[in-house]
């Protein structure tokens, strides 16, 4: 079962993944718990490149390096887990190109779909949780942590993604829950325990 966490920097999705693994681990289940982009040799390498303020890169270099870090972390780690029967919990999957490349970056829809579909072997999360937070939350909690290149974009950007988020959520209700970001943080975790025990009986 994949389980993803999406949101934009600073949103809290790692303490709630590592809240939820902990608790998995607890009920005695098989969890890895991997982030995008990195998880293997190769991504983590790109991770390094696409983080660093240093980069200038256009949007389809950015685009094609995201979609590279994926493709290796979904044949080497993600489809061999599933198969296995782990539970995969991922800080962030495709649901963040469409965000970031296609919303935030003004790439086109189809086509990064297309390109989201092949890198992840059309691998779909079972569920998706979206801790949704305002740009004002973002830069109150941002300015005691580390920049990179992506913290640095202006606000248009990034409300663009906050707005790109919300967007695919409502087109998904199925998939997508939305949490609140700004509760308080045993709040959220019980909300996604709730919700995982109710949905899949985790
Ligand atoms: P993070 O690990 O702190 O979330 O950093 C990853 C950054 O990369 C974050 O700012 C979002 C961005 N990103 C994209 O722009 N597109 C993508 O497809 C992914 C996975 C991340």
Known sequence: ?????????????????KLLSEYLIRKKKKV????????TEIAETLRQILLEPKNK??????LFLFEAARSDLVEKVIKPALTEGSIVLCDRFWDSTIAYQ?????????????????SSQGIKPDITFLIDISLETMLRRSK??????????????????????????????????????????EEIH?????????KFGL
């Open 1 to 17: 079962m994949l389980i993803t966490f999406e949101g934009i920097d600073f949103c809290g999705k790692t303490t709630q993944i």
């Open 32 to 39: 890895i718990t991997i982030r995008e982009p990195g998880g």
């Open 57 to 62: 890169m256009n949007s389809f270099t950015e």
């Open 102 to 118: 296609v919303f935030g970056r003004k790439l086109p829809e189809d086509f990064v779909n297309q390109c989201n579909f092949y």
């Open 144 to 185: 005691s942590l580390k920049i990179d290149r992506f913290e640095n974009e202006e606000a248009e950007f990034i409300k663009n993604v906050i707005e790109g988020f919300r967007t695919i959520a409502k087109l998904n209700q199925s998939r997508f829950v939305i949490l609140d970001g700004d509760e308080p943080i």
């Open 190 to 198: 019980k909300r996604i325990v709730e919700v995982l025990s109710n």
